[in-house]
């Protein structure tokens, strides 16, 4: 007889998701019972940790990734990455045990009384099955929800004696076996209409972003860019979890600032502006300014409709990233004749100082970083010289909070390394950064996962600080951490731990 | 001029909320701004840890604590400990920096875009103030709602800009000078009715739970006890987040099991059952049976309305606990005629074994524990063996988590400690335990907290093996935790870790 | 063998809840099957009709009162008259029907897809339960709920095919058989120290809610008067749902204004407001001032947590207002030798003009107001007028909504006459205001319900008009209600229509 | 100086929503202060009908519409309404009142407490902006989510003051400049897929759904059906608001019935089915069976992600329906040489009886139906003999419920004909269905809106009874409306009342 157990492996199966991360407790023991052999299991120490190495592996593999939480405390502890997961458009399925039917009208301990409440802010569906015999269709269908465009985390929760329960037929058998397909392209008329606008455009410029990564849209985006001789920047760090262009192609032109003012600055003097697969934008610290200059029109392209809705200024179109892109590409004709951009070069590594400046430490590593290398970065107070002295050429070779939690980082390194057994991955952590997920180093070590780990300690919050200036607030508390060493993190070949300059690393 | 901030610090004052948990981000950087000197700041190095110190200081301070965590991955990484301090009714004003209110509608990074939905399921209040100018007064509602029984965790998410606002007396002077009573008795005949059912029962019990303690009530529960000579039951150990009762106690008889049919069994023969401050009850395993023997009647005291409501069976008194209890003894005129139940002996400690019982253990603690000593306990395998061999005979002297969300016992002894300056904290945590929260050593050393911390290390997760094998589960993964050592956790004077035996210590 | 639907109508019979208001649908036929003979269903044409019937019987009734609705558009029609039940404190039980659980993850017609989130912003407490078994347990839970202070309506849903279920007697005997006390007295310092501060006020005043008519505390109310000679004003009638004194005793001043600068001048002069069975105001339009003239002190007594919380000025108690007007009278001894304030007569009718005045209608309908009366009320521009001239001297005479929300009024009236047979229900209604519940005169014909109405038409939202010109605002469509007449409402010999004229009645 | 007032107008104007529905109350004036003279404002009395004219209007003209409501209890009217919307893809921007932002932290009156939760499980966005200045930019965002696929209600709170703040131009000129498309093709790959899998079928059958209709797609569909000459059947009346196909086209077969059993019953023989524009199915009463005959697949096509997802068998695309049929049409080829299924006669009228058939009323209808003629149906026990009787010939020619709520029919027929003033409306309405939304009669003849009605009277809750039999079911109470006569409705040459023969009318 087939049980609930039974149909939902052979579901996982099909969709491929045999890698399960999660921390259990008693609620999951009957999901696990007699785990089968063609899949595995990789245990966190703490929820946060579970999700965001799902998070990093469903990212890395663009496949819909399972991980499994203890009931209502131990999804509470995962909701910040959960949060994350949404932000990097991450196809999660959470799920939760719940306690055994008979007793969740007691509220007995472990009973996650609002079980789908949790999660909700952040989680694209949820669900609690109404019976037993439905737990295979409601994962089915969160599936398909976290696949559909745009894609993200999703919930089920499962009282624990739902398990053993047996099916008949007509209860799975056609639930788990369907496939539904959602990368679109925009009506012909949108396509043309764009290209058009482009022909006609004086000083065009193209900006990319994550999702271009997402969707394997990078050839198509170099193909547009070449074809009109665009100058490209990629979208605000801040919300850019992933690369959407080549950083070493020569008409990269670099990252563009993430606030208000600035961003209608750098794109100031070009008549029209193609954002692909970023939010319009990933604004950050309040510098007010006019949106855009005048003259400067604006055009979206995304698959999130939220992103589309929201966006302050310009129009929208909403569909696939990449498939979009293609079909702009192919219905501009011939390239233009108009001059490339300059080529705009690094900023050169910063000058030798009394104590070793981050972006000193980024050059470093960009001179010695592996063929095919990925990197995965936490680092808040550096992330503009890593990205400025570290310029990848390949899909899929960096990612990085769009939410802006930290403890991905960390976290989310080992499962891409998990995802992408035949690439190096290199974890770059601020000291700070890395305790919000210092466990995940015992799962690193526990299942010899070979990331390498390169922490740099500043000795205290650094972005912090410099949000501080910026803020003009003075005599804030809890912004240094004097004693934070290595007592407190793993030690061992593969981490590298650099004490730098504090402050913020531009360059 | 008087600012939000001003009012702010002004508002805790008043309350005695001088002690600020927290751990920062840009947004919460305004508030923090010239860090008044009579307050103070305790950083946690991820929010869970913030969070779980603030649930412990609120509970041994018995006053409303504030924790301060960043927008909204912060926020969510703290879901999880405010389910904690929700089930351990403890008072807490979390808050969280929202991003400036000019940026909200465009969704700027960090935006905590559902901020008030976030915590909902777990705190008893939300609010995001429509206007700058209502934070001091929201922040007051919010103090008011944690204070008012039942405790509980509230939340309040304030846009970065506000602090900033200048304010008119009559936006704020009269909303933070409020004091609001709500400790009550119960009608005077509804106590008279009490007393006349326990007058007349032949052979009633009494079942003493955390509450008691919460609400100061231990000299009441044993004026009651004494006076009817009523054996007494420690409310299961598991919803048991304090002691109701000094365990040393003549009349104590031990700690009711956490299931259905065991405990209908325990209080079997019993005719009126006296339950107060506790649930009815907080199971765990579903082990089925009649909620009660036939013929056994039971009335609770609580004064959580959801509580009384929710119990599967007989009546309930919604009102302060103390007061009631103080009430009741007093009505019940002179003892008891009859025969005080025979006195329980705690359960010798075990023998001597090839590996170390977590029973010998805590017999050990029990022997050298420091008079006046409070522990603070997350070892899920051994709490059986510890209340069973530690009995603690003053109140305010055993810290353990209703909810059952593991991080809270390392975090939450850092707070008791803080609030009980003149006593020695003891936390006693298995190695698995201790990795929810690990960073939570950094506070302790890096603020000198004298915390003594007790780690018992079986290499496994025991309570998860016991439910397999309750529940009838084999092969599952996850339950192993063998290369887990000092390495990852902190080491020094005041840290001892015992290798102990695997399995479930119930004595 | 006992089905889930046998151990509901128990349940029911056990709290005294043989009367079900309802509009039913196909998910809702297996509850009503074989309708038991004790039981009596009453029927409206929509559902706003059937809450506000049910609003009415449960304030008149002060018992639980359950109405049940149509799965989610159903239960949709009824939210607005939800909110009212909310501010108006009734305790109802909200039902409706759900899908068979079958059904329900296909969503299929007329599945509640978030049946507990559609009413929740205005119900204390929803469910839909786990398990069929659980249901009488669920709707025992529910009914608890509803009846501990603050009263108010909760929410079960039901998937239609639970009715039939089969239930073991551990799943419902003791679930359905339970009492749960509520109504408590503060604690007797704090009794203490309010008799104190009333016996060193110079001026002190007292303000009487409508939550001393809920609670029974009229003549509490009027001993604390009398024994201090306090002037005495209603509370404003924007939130005034019921009457907390009698409005010709001459200790009675008149009605509060509904808003904060009128009222801090009212009451202006007085060193100490005691307000009981308010909130602390309802305010309603935007009038600015000091909450309080400097010198003036504020005691609320409430059995409203949030109302305690809430307030922007002044101490609370949360305590029954009723049992807590009795301790307070009786700590503070004999009475005051002070003067009585000056009896306070209500304005005159208005003259003769042109066109009916409204306060000519009441002044008419005071003269012949029957003996035992009861008014419910839904005239908004002539509320003042009404309250001026009808001053009632009994307890339960008067039904507003304190929520504003319209169609309660016509709705109301018929539950509170079949709670209250022995007295003559008269429905004060604009004509605007009846048609939002307009199908409620069928049942109040098919039910033969011997109410009597009086609908005062303007042809105009006259409210809206007087609102207007408070806010300056000119040129606004809607307001004029020109071909309104009694072709859409109900005619006969218990409905009189009276043309008056327009604009706001204040006298 | 442009105000937010200014600026909302001038947003509608470009979306051409210069009609608005609505039922005002005093936090709605300041909106409708000065109301400009190209808009109109339609009344009515009460919120359901407000909403409900909104939704046909919104569904005739395909645009987004704008219903404003009253705060808390005028929005909580609605709430059924809105789930009619939703279940509709009617495109509403639902608005409402909030009280003046200095009131609402003291709850004032009328304060929206939970603004944004009310309407929550029904619309697809909801906000209150942080600042008055993100009105508009809240609306546009509104607007643009009401408009992306699935279409569908979105709501936005409005504190009541915000309408008169002056805007600076960055606030609001680029903000409701904006245009958003959404309209998508499957990627090419997807559409040759489904044309093979078509080609190779031997018995392939075409569903039609409702969203063929609002997406334009009729044309598509018949050019599908007829190049493959595949039989057609309408997806189950249930959620047919809108029609699919011409149903006197010779390859139309008949309406699917609305039950798991019976639809795999009338599907089986065919080797593949075709779905598109509808739910796969709207299945209403619990009718089990398998899902699928032995050797039946089935693809759906759906703009709605939700529909793809939760459907419980075969594949789906999601994207535009009458761009994906247009596409498929295209790449199928020529035409097959399979002989075209049989036509299907409607069944033949009713014989005369002792009381008139409702199918004789229908087949009288037909032959009386106005060229050009639009029905709006809400006779639940008669819309299978409507459907069988009438069938329509062109695009926009049927409204029906797809949610299922009563009210909808009366009140949409208006908006329909306001949004089709050059073709009649027809509204079929069963006497009770008549009572939800009775008051829109005086909104017809206010605003001389030349609908047609015919109301069917048969003294009964017909549809209830069918069920009550369906589900076994006796002694139920409230099926009956024997006193339901013309004195409750509008009388007048538009409205024809018939008397009817009880019971469902199939023909």
Chains 1, 2, 3, 4 share one sequence.
């Not at 407790?25 to 946060?48: C, H, I, K, W």
């Not at 056609?174 to 539904?180: E, F, K, N, Y």
């Not at 070449?226 to 990252?255: I, K």
């Not at 890593?386 to 976290?411: E, K, T």
Request: charged share 20%; with cysteine.
């Amino acid at each position: 007889m087939t049980t609930v157990r039974d149909a939902t492996f052979e579901l996982f199966r099909r969709h491929g998701m045999t890698t399960i991360f999660g921390n259990p407790g008693s609620t999951e023991l009957p999901m696990l019972a007699n785990f089968p052999d063609d899949f595995r299991y990789v245990l966190g120490l703490q929820e946060a940790v579970a999700v965001g190495m799902a998070d990093g592996f469903a990212q890395a593999s663009r496949r819909v990734t399972h991980v499994n939480l203890h009931t209502a405390p131990g999804l509470g502890n995962g909701v910040g990455a959960i949060f994350n997961a949404r932000a990097n458009k991450a196809p999660l399925l959470v799920t939760a045990g719940q306690q055994t039917r008979a007793l969740v009208s007691m509220q007995a301990n472990l009973t996650n009384r609002d079980a789908v409440e949790v999660p909700k802010p952040y989680v694209k569906w949820g669900n609690e099955p109404t019976r037993a015999a439905d737990v295979p269709y409601a994962l089915a269908q969160a599936i398909h929800h976290a696949s559909l465009p745009p894609r993200g985390p999703v919930f089920v929760s499962i009282p624990m004696d739902d398990w053993a329960h047996e099916l008949a037929p007509v209860d799975y058998e056609r639930q788990i076996a369907r496939g539904v397909a959602g990368r679109t392209l925009p009506a012909a008329s949108a396509v043309e209409a764009l290209a058009e606008r482009l022909r006609s455009a004086a000083r065009p410029v193209f900006v990319a972003g994550p999702d271009i990564d997402a969707a394997g849209g990078w050839d198509a985006a170099v193909e547009l860019a070449e074809r009109r001789r665009l100058p490209v920047w990629a979208s605000p760090a801040t919300g850019g979890n992933r690369l959407g262009f080549p950083e070493d192609h020569p008409l990269f032109q670099g990252v563009l600032p993430p606030a208000v003012g600035p961003i209608a600055e750098v794109l100031a003097g070009h008549d029209l502006v193609i954002v692909a697969g970023s939010s319009v934008f990933p604004y950050y610290p309040n510098i007010p300014g006019d949106l855009l200059a005048a003259g400067t029109e604006l055009v979206a392209i995304t698959s999130d409709p939220d992103e589309a809705a929201r966006a302050p200024m310009g129009d929208a179109i909403v569909a696939d990233v990449a498939l979009t892109l293609r079909a702009l590409a192919g219905a501009l004709g011939d390239a233009a004749d108009r001059e490339p951009p300059p080529v705009r070069e690094p900023a050169p590594a910063p000058e030798e100082a009394e104590r070793l400046a981050p972006g000193a430490v980024h050059a470093t590593l960009a001179s010695l970083f592996p063929d095919g290398g990925i990197v995965v970065l936490e680092s808040p107070s550096s992330t503009p010289s890593l990205r400025n002295q570290l310029r990848l050429s390949r899909p899929g070779s960096y990612y990085f909070s769009a939410g802006g939690g930290l403890g991905f980082g960390l976290s989310a390194a080992l499962g891409v390394q998990l995802a992408e057994p035949g690439r190096q991955v290199v974890c770059v952590l601020g000291e700070g950064s890395a305790q919000y997920a210092i466990t995940a180093f015992w799962t690193a070590a526990a299942y010899a996962i070979p990331v390498k780990f390169l922490v740099l300690r500043n000795s205290e919050y650094s972005i912090l600080k410099w949000f501080a200036t910026l803020e003009g607030v003075e005599g804030a508390p809890g912004l240094d951490l004097p004693a934070l060493d290595g007592a407190l993190t793993a030690d061992g070949p593969r981490l590298v731990q650099v004490d730098v300059a504090p402050g913020m690393a531009l360059v």
